[in-house]
C-alpha cells in the first residue's frame, strides 16, 4: 500500500506530459491527468501581478506529490488573495444593472437657453456611459422584476461630466430625501428573513406605501406596464426633477428632461414576465447586448419640457414635487438631440460594475432646483460611492474620468492614479506661473444660479405638495381599457401576496380617492368583506384635470415591428418557401427570426437546405418571443404532439396576446393548447409567401389587445 503511493521519481514526474486529444482541442496533460496549455503563438506568458513568469498554474506547490502545500508558494497565495476580495459591496439599491457606451448628438444650437458646452453646436457629439438597471433586487436577481427601471446617463462633455441619474418613470415615491431609508428597506428583503427580494408584493412595502400617501401617482405607475418593460430599448427615460439651464447671460429656465426610445414603448404582460424570469432571467441585459452586437443600435431622443417661473407658479402643482409630471399635453417635447448606444462593455466589473454616477455631476449651464428629493440625492451618491468604491479616487476609474483636463490640488488616499507633480499643492501661493498649477476661473466656471432664497429654519412639508390623489387619478384615466385592467391585477395580486388584511384594506381606501371602479374592482379582487371609507386626503382629488393619452403605452404604439424577434417553431420537412418568404419579410422591417426545433442542431427543411435553430424546444418558450409562427411538417406535428412544452409553445402565446402565424399542419397544436378553432384575427394563416409579409405587417401592432378579455374569460370558466 504504501509502495504505491511513493512517488516515482517526484522530481521528474511534476514536469512529464503527455499529448491527448479532447475533439477538437489537442492538449497536454501532466502526472494526475490535468490539462497544462502552454504559451507560445499569440498567447503571451501567464505571469504573476509582479510580472514573474508562471510554470505551472495547474498545482499548487507541495512537498512530495500527496504532500501539504508549501506557504512559500507566492502565485498560490496571490492568486487566491486577489479572488477572495474580488466583490465589491452591491448598490444599496440599483444592484442590477447593465452599462452600454455610446454617444449623444445635439441637432441644434440651445445657446439662447444654456451655456452648457455640449449644446452650443449643432452635431456636436458627447460621449456616453449608460447603465439600465433595477431598482429593488440584488445583483443576482431576475430582469423582468416588476420594478422601476433607473436610466442613468453620464455625458463626457468638454466642461466635465453630466448625469442625468433618471428612471423609466417620470415620478418618484416620496417627496423629501429623508424618507428614502425607509422606502429602501421596506420595499428591500424583510430584515428578519432575508426574503423577498426584487418584489414589491410583501407587508412591509406596502404597509409603508399605505402610510406614505404622497406616494400614490407613482403606485399608479408601478402597477402598470411600465414596470415590466420588454426591453430597455422599449422604454422611456426621466430625469424627473425639475432642473434649471442657464444662459450665457444668467436667464434661467427650468427644465425637466425625457428620453424617448425611437423603437417606441413596449411592455410585456404579467403573466409572461413571471415565466421570462424563469426561461431567462438575463432577458434584457441579453436582448440589449445582442442589439448592439448585431449593429442594431437603440436610440432616444433627448426631449426637454421648458418653462419659466410665471408657468410654474399657475401650474396645479409645485414643480419642485417629484410626485407630480407637468402633461406634454400642458408643456411639449421639444426633442434635441438623439442619444445612440453603440458599444457594449470590454469588461463588466470595469464599466458597469464601478461606474458612479450622481445626480451632483452638472456642468456650467445646468443648476439644480430646490426639489428636497433631489437636493438630497445631491449628498446620497458621493457619500455611497467612498463606501462602494473604496476610495475618494474612484473619477481616477477610466469609466469615471472626465474626458476633458483634469487639474486640482486633491491628492492621495486610496488608489491614487494620477498624482500632482511640482512642489504646489495648495493656493493660492506664490510660485512662478506654471509651477502654481492650476487657478480659478471666473470667466468659465461654474457659477451657481442666484435664486433668491429666504425664509424661516424649518422642518416642514409645503403645502403645495399636499394633493396626493389627483395626478394619480389622471394617470388612470388616461390608460386604455386593457392598461386599467392590467394595474387592477396587479394591484389586486401584489395586495393578494400582504398578509394582513389592515394594509389591504388601507391600500383600498387611498384607490377610492383615485377611482371609485379601480378601488372596487381590487376590493373584490381580494374579497374585502366590507368596503373601508375613502382616506381621509390633504386634498380632495382634482376630478377635472383632462386625460393625458401620452401616457398611455397601447395609444402610443410605434407602428412598427423593427427591433423585434419572431420565434419560429419548426421540424424537419419544414416549407423552405414560406421560411425564407417570413426570413426576408422580417429582414425588410428590421426585425429578426430566431428559430426553435425539437432539436438544437437543427432541422432539414422541405427543399433539403439545414436550417439551424437557435434554440431546443425547452429552452426557447415563446414567452421570449414578441410574434411566433408555427412552422410544422404535417410528419413534424406528430413529434410536437408529444411535447408539453409545444403545447405551452401556443398556449402561452395565445394567452399573452401575441401574434401567431401558422401553417395548416400546426392546426393540431392549436386544439391541444386550448386555443379555439383557427384561433381568431390575431393567427394568421400563412399559406404562401404573401402571407408572410401580411403577418409581419399584423406584427406592427405588437399585440393582439382585443383578445384579451375572451382569454379571461376562458381562464375564468377554467376552459
Ligand atoms: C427621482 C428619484 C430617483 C431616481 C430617478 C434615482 C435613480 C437612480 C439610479 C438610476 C441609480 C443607479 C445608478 C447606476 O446605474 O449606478 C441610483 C442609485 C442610487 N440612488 Fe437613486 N434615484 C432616486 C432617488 C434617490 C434618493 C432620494 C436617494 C437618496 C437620498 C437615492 C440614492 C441612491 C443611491 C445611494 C444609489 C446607489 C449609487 C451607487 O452605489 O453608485 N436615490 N438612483
Known sequence: ?????????????????????????????????????????????????????????????????RGPTALEDFHFREKLFHFDHERIPERVVHARGFGVRGYFENYESLADITKADLFQRAGEKTPVFVRFSTVAGNKGSADLARDVRGFAVKLYTKEGNWDIVGNNIPVFFIQDAIKFPDLVHAVKQEPDRGFPQAQTAHDNFWDFISLTPESMHMVMWIMSDRTIPRSFRFMDGFGVHTFRFVNAEGKSTFVKF????????????????????????????????????????????LGLQLFDEEFAERFAFDVLDATKIIPEEEVPIRRVGRLVLDRCVDNFFAETEQVAFGTLNIVPGIDFSDDPLLQGRNFSYLDT???????????????????????????????????????????PNSWDEGAGGPR????????????????????????????????????????????????????????????????????????LNIDRGLAEHVAHGLRLKEMPGPADAARPTQEHLQKSPALSIQLNGPASFKGRKVGALVTDGVDSTTFQALRTALEKEGALL???????????????????????????????????????????????????????????????????????????????????????DGCIALEGPEDCAAFVATCRQLRFWAREAGVRHMAQQGS
Not at 479532447?22 to 490535468?34: N, R
Request: hydrophobic residues 35%; proline residues 6%.
Open 1 to 65: 500500500m504504501a509502495k504505491k503511493h511513493t512517488t516515482r521519481s517526484t522530481k521528474d514526474a511534476a514536469n512529464e506530459r503527455k499529448a491527448a486529444q479532447y475533439a477538437d482541442q489537442s492538449v497536454m496533460t501532466g502526472a494526475g491527468g490535468e490539462v497544462h496549455q502552454s504559451a507560445g503563438g499569440d498567447a503571451p506568458d501567464l505571469t504573476t501581478q509582479q510580472g514573474i513568469p508562471v510554470a505551472d498554474d495547474q498545482n499548487s506547490l507541495r512537498i512530495g506529490a
Open 440 to 511: 480659478e476661473s471666473p470667466a468659465k466656471g461654474f457659477h451657481s444660479y442666484p435664486a433668491a432664497v429666504e425664509g424661516p429654519k424649518l422642518r416642514i412639508r409645503s403645502e403645495s405638495f399636499a394633493d396626493h390623489y389627483s395626478q394619480a387619478r389622471q394617470f388612470y384615466i388616461s390608460q386604455t381599457e386593457s392598461e386599467q385592467q392590467h394595474i387592477a391585477d396587479a394591484l389586486t395580486f401584489e395586495l393578494s401576496k400582504v398578509e394582513r388584511l389592515a394594509i389591504r384594506t388601507r391600500m383600498v381606501a387611498h384607490l
Open 258 to 301: 425625457h428620453w424617448k426610445p425611437k423603437l417606441g414603448l413596449q411592455s410585456v404582460v404579467w403573466n409572461e414576465a413571471v415565466k421570462i424570469n424563469g426561461a431567462d432571467p438575463d432577458f434584457h441585459r441579453r436582448d440589449l447586448w445582442n442589439a448592439i452586437q448585431m449593429g442594431d443600435y437603440p436610440e432616444w431622443e
Open 385 to 427: 460611492q467612498l463606501k462602494r468604491l473604496g476610495s475618494p479616487n474612484f473619477t481616477h476609474i477610466p469609466v469615471n474620468a472626465p474626458k476633458c483636463p483634469v487639474h486640482h490640488f486633491q491628492q492621495d488616499g486610496h488608489m491614487a492614479m494620477h498624482n500632482p507633480t511640482g512642489r504646489a499643492n495648495y493656493e
Open 594 to 680: 430566431e428559430i426553435i426545433a425539437p432539436h438544437v442542431g437543427g432541422v432539414e427543411a422541405s427543399d433539403g437546405s439545414w436550417i439551424e435553430a437557435a434554440q431546443q424546444l425547452r429552452g426557447g418558450p415563446s414567452v421570449l418571443y414578441d410574434a411566433v409562427a408555427l412552422l410544422p411538417s404535417e410528419d413534424g406535428i406528430e413529434i410536437l404532439m408529444q411535447e408539453p412544452t409545444a403545447r405551452d409553445f401556443v398556449a402561452d402565446a395565445f394567452a399573452h396576446c401575441k401574434f401567431i402565424g401558422y401553417v395548416e399542419a400546426a392546426l393540431p397544436l392549436f386544439a391541444k393548447a386550448g386555443v379555439p378553432d383557427h384561433g381568431d
